[in-house]
């Protein structure tokens, strides 16, 4: 958990995406999160959380739906949001908090 810490308390913002293998939404975003990565580049990083591997970190976020995004600033939640997205909605989110 004190990893996780480490990983949204970053000057730029997180984007965090819960996803499992076998949710077809959660794979439907790959693609999605590629396309945000590379039009934020380094103004932005994209973090993405097997839920079935860190379920206790899924468990204290209290993620239920899949995916679930959230971003961070700084180490504070800013957005969050469950369901599928699409890049240029997560995008303009992004370039709110850069």
Avoid: C
């Avoid at 000057?11 to 819960?18: A, R």
């Amino acid at each position: 958990m004190s990893k996780f810490g480490e990983l949204i308390d970053l000057q730029v913002p997180v984007l965090l995406d819960f996803y499992t293998e076998w949710n077809e939404a959660s794979v439907a975003m790959h693609p999605v999160l590629k396309d945000v990565a590379a039009a934020l580049g380094d103004r932005a990083r994209i973090i993405k959380i097997d839920v079935d591997k860190n379920s206790e970190l899924a468990e204290a976020l209290r993620v239920k739906g899949l995916p679930t995004l959230m971003i961070y600033k700084e180490g504070e939640m800013k957005w969050r949001q469950s369901g599928e997205q699409d890049a240029n909605t997560l995008i303009g989110l992004i370039k709110e908090y850069v």
